[in-house]
């Protein structure tokens, strides 16, 4: 029996500039009839109103919506309203703006500027490299110092710099390039730079260039994920990102864990074959930047990486061995710069590359990138980051402490281990609706391509939405008494067709399988365990957390709502909640535009105190208890709870 | 007719330990006599009495021999004698102690070491490379820190440094060295060592070994010439020398002074094949080290080079374009170490580089180098320094000020350019004597070896001897109205035959030739006009100079006394010059040996002051009038002129 949705008044909608029509009941949500209509508007927070992502303008029309916080006066004078806020009253004609659309490009920061823009706003741009433009007095025989200290002097003068070194490579171009645009040159200088920035102490120039090109800096910054790579090209004259990138980590291929990598990297030549797949992975993502941007990959000059502890010791070709044996200790958490070409990475040759420092074993330099990205550790709140992915890590504390546990969650969250999981790019599933009377599914791809899989933003939205719907108990079975075609048995067992082989790109029904939903059971079910058991472990619960900060490779968005509907993040106000996307990447990006935020790596690295989870009975408890959607005991999601219990009952 | 050597009283002097006889006049001169027998005996100062490296032991009989400053009470009491000191008064019983003897050794700083030790004595043993070994607590589950972070610790406390950084390759080997003899392990450190040796203050590790190796700690030094290469293998746990050796450097194949050095450079192809040729030269030296200490190549931790600025230039692969054009600029005076093994040298994996700086395109790290291994830095005393080589180079001053110039000598000094000149090793003939009744000659070879040729030394005391008996004019030119076979027409003109075929080891006669005899006055012009006309600018002369520095790569020795009768040194009193050999080699053996040498080089190379003889009339002037046996003007050389004033009249 239904409860929502009488079929009453119809009204039609038009949205620009997409000039699509659809029809939608008097009173339905706006959001959920352009997800309907395959409009794109990227809601970061699920709908929940408080991310401030979708917001539209009503060219025409009238909807009912409370102005929030996230539309100032002069805004909603104009018209502009959250979609998600907003139920449809009349005929409408609706322009969605460009910032509220889903683009192509896939890496979430840009889309989630609201999130970032609240938590990462305590940085100035002060890079670690700093490009010098110089005029030197030509040589004479009165003045005829080397060319080493003409520059130098000149350094001095200008940019009041002292302890100025110089890479060796360096001194072989000096002579002809200080002469080929008469004694006019741009030195690139790696330094830590005092934070008044009137002066570089003891930079070192790594480059040197006829001419003024200190316009042109740029930096790569990178988060080396077990399952997926991703990168941002960064523009450090403006402090801006010109391009993004995405792969699947070419280690998967050797094994989707890190222990498997290990193992592997044990293997006479394993350790060689893992590095040069993950630096081939990495190249393919420059060479795509650098297709967007139109930078050539030689005048990258820095390169900024956070990734795990393991995956950080096999980019480096460090033997990742004794991370594996007990009493697990890396080879080192903070490992000192090398140039990136040494590894292979097709950058400048003069750049280096810096890695986002560690913790320990298992609690890697992504997190610590998360953590200084997101200046958690400049702020007294409470905080609860958690960064969900195939090594999950959660992060308690403040600006005074902090713990930190990880846990193995799989690859499900990145699309690894489901049937047509697919890493988030264009064609991926990412948002999903059903309707409650045919069960017929509705969904948006990312880049609005025809599907041809499920990214892990979308697995969450698409359990969320079989679970509402009735589609799937709460043990994660489907209901096979449910009167549809779209659920049926398929060589892995039951699924569910939310495309027809001729609607996609693969030419075959893409499914969602219970292998599929068990899966993602388990890994949120780590996740949530290993928040519980930490939190525990400080004597915090759920609703003490001021602020929750969910980091994770999810694509364009993950839906906060749904994520809770799932039992992946707790039942507390939704207003706590700020999704930053990818918080690994975050960090490494703001580490480029900020050299003071890789000294911040360095203090929180230390600071960070490592609860070991493997084996603790109380998480073997709390996962154990998870095991259910959303969890064994309802009670701990009272929200989730009420949805179903509108459900009709199906036994 | 003769004056000197009547036919007298006939003495036996009977050498041990090398069982030689000789049959010598009564009054005859104990060190001459000994060249003529073929025992060898160092002596620096050429038979002066300053140098004190020739003391015997007389064992019975008598010679009449004032005791010197050289000679403590003691050592006259126990029949300790200077060899060139003393004359021969009945039969002799003398024994040569080993430190008074020519070894096969070439180079000549163990042979100098009273000169070296009156000089270069105010340092500690020091050394920029430290080997700190660690016993470290193993890694348990509550103490899992990472390796570095370990090591690091246990550096802390048991050395107390501070700012410890790591080589990146080290990291690489740190798990399982650490784990291989039970977290027993020894890190060399490079550092700059503080002046208390309680603290090392920022040091790398640069690499890690299992257990205790704390003992083992080589450097190599090396002197890159024009003409010839010299190393020394140093033992840094002691301050000593253990090994030595020279060889020609091979880039003469590709000219012999420094501008057709650059001029190939400039060639397709040049630069690097100039760099190799050095490098192989090095690794030939190396090689030859290992042979003679029986310390492998890959255990050398540190290599120290001093070389004029070409010569560094082409070590490191930096084009020297520049320096031979207007207005003559390096690319760099002070170069950034870089680890040897990049440029080919075969040392361990990890040692570096580190050049001794220079002050301009013709002022090179060679004379930086010999200025600071000889303390002049550190004296009030007015200082003459030569360093005669291919490339002549002149300091003048003390610890408050510094002049100085360059003069291009050529390689007659080392035996280049010479019909029968070789490089200073076993078989060189390097003393000379000549009978005065017959004008046979009496020579000494290195090593004692049967002759193959003649070294830069050898080539003076020969043609000082040959100016000396008449045998030479003052313009060069052979008598031919001498009774003697040995002067004859030679393929180049006149010559004189020093060995007959069957003597030697080359199967031909080695020759002295008329062209040799003016390619070593024009060398010796210009190093003595360069001296001149750098005192005359600084409005010295030269009887102020308290001390008189001369270093050269001659082999065994230098004779003062006949280099001032050929007119190279100025003829002042003889207990003022102190020959030191290769002076390059010696700063740069006790920059190895002290780090505070290191920072000594880099602040006298900024107090120099470069004076350029290239253009300058006065200095072609006093070439021209060099360009004499001793001079034009006799009188500038009384001491020589007396002696010559003694020489029956041959006309």
């Not at 104009?78 to 509220?100: F, K, M, N, W």
């Not at 995405?246 to 050797?254: G, L, R």
């Not at 993040?569 to 990006?589: K, T």
């Not at 230390?606 to 064994?632: C, K, W």
Request: glycine share 8%; charged share 20%.
């Amino acid at each position: 029996m239904m409860v929502k949705h009488t079929l009453d008044k119809k009204r039609n909608v038009h949205f620009n500039p997409d000039n699509i029509d659809v029809l939608a009941n008097e009173g339905a949500n706006l959001l959920e009839e352009a997800i309907r209509a395959g409009v794109h508007i990227a809601a970061s927070c699920g709908g929940a109103g408080v991310c401030g992502t979708c917001k539209v303008l009503i060219e025409s029309g009238k909807v009912a919506s409370n102005r929030t916080a996230q539309i100032s006066a002069d805004e909603y004078q104009q018209g502009i309203r959250q979609a998600c806020q907003s139920r449809i009253i009349t005929d409408l004609s609706v322009h969605v703006p460009l910032e509220s659309r889903l683009g192509t490009s896939v890496v979430s920061s840009e889309k989630n500027k609201s999130a970032t823009d609240i938590l990462a706003n305590n940085w100035k741009l002060n890079p670690p490299i700093r490009k010098c433009y110089v005029e030197l007095p030509p040589a004479t025989l009165d003045d005829n110092v080397c060319d080493f200290s003409r520059l130098v002097r000149a350094l001095k003068q200008q940019y009041h710099c002292d302890n100025i070194d110089i890479d060796f490579d360096v001194l072989k171009d000096l002579p002809l390039v200080l002469r080929k645009k008469d004694w006019r040159a741009t030195a690139t200088c790696l330094a830590r730079i005092d934070r008044d920035r009137t002066r570089i102490s003891s930079p070192t120039v790594i480059k040197i260039e006829p001419g003024d090109t200190s316009h042109r800096l740029y930096s790569l910054a990178l988060d080396i994920g077990t399952t997926t790579v991703c990168g941002q090209l960064l523009d450090l004259t403006r402090g801006q990102v010109i391009a993004e990138g995405i792969a699947y980590n070419k280690q998967i291929e050797c094994g989707s864990d890190v222990i498997t990598r290990i193992a592997y990297s044990q293997k006479p030549g394993g350790l060689r074959s893992l590095q040069q797949a993950v630096v081939t992975t990495i190249n393919e993502i420059n060479h795509e930047l650098s297709r967007q941007s139109g930078v050539s990959t030689r005048n990258i000059e820095h390169v900024t990486a956070a990734g795990n502890t393991i995956m950080t010791h096999i980019l480096f070709g460090l033997d990742p061995k004794f991370i594996r044996l007990a009493p697990y200790t890396p080879s080192a958490c903070f490992i000192p710069p090398v140039k990136a070409g040494s590894l292979g990475i097709k950058v400048g040759r003069h750049a280096y590359l810096f890695a986002i420092p560690a913790v320990a074993s298992y609690v890697g330099g992504d997190i610590v990138s998360g953590v200084v990205g997101t200046g958690m550790h400049q702020r007294k709140a409470l905080t609860l980051y958690m960064d969900i992915g195939t090594n999950g890590e959660i992060v308690i504390g403040n600006s005074d402490w902090m713990v930190t546990a990880s846990c193995s969650a799989g690859p499900a969250f990145e699309g690894g281990g489901i049937k047509h999981g697919i890493i988030a790019t264009e064609g991926a599933i990412e948002t999903f609706a059903i309707d409650p009377l045919s069960y017929e599914p509705e969904f948006g791809t990312i880049g609005r391509a025809r599907p041809k899989g499920i990214c892990g933003s979308g697995l969450i939205n698409i359990v969320a939405g079989l679970l509402e719907a009735g589609v799937v108990s709460r043990d994660g079975q489907f209901q096979t008494n449910i009167a549809t075609r779209r659920i049926r048995q398929g060589s892995d067992g039951l699924e569910y067709v939310l495309a027809w082989a001729p609607d996609t790109q693969i030419g075959r029904d893409i499914v969602i399988t219970e292998i599929d939903i068990d899966n993602l059971t388990r890994a949120k079910a780590a996740m949530y365990a290993g928040c519980r058991t930490l939190s525990e472990s400080v004597g915090v619960n759920s609703l003490d957390f001021e602020q929750v900060i969910i980091a994770g490779n999810f694509g364009s968005s993950l839906n906060i709502e749904k994520a809770i509907t799932v039992g992946l993040l707790p039942d507390i106000p939704r207003d706590r909640f700020l999704f930053v996307g990818n918080g690994s990447l975050l960090g490494a990006r703001l580490s480029s535009f900020s050299a003071d935020r890789l000294d911040d790596a360095l203090r929180v690295a230390g600071m960070m105190t490592n609860f070991e989870l493997s084996e603790n009975a109380d998480f073997m408890n709390n996962y154990t208890a998870a095991l259910f959607l959303p969890h064994t005991d309802i009670n701990e999601f009272p929200t989730v709870s009420n949805k179903l219990a509108r459900l009709p009952r199906t036994e």
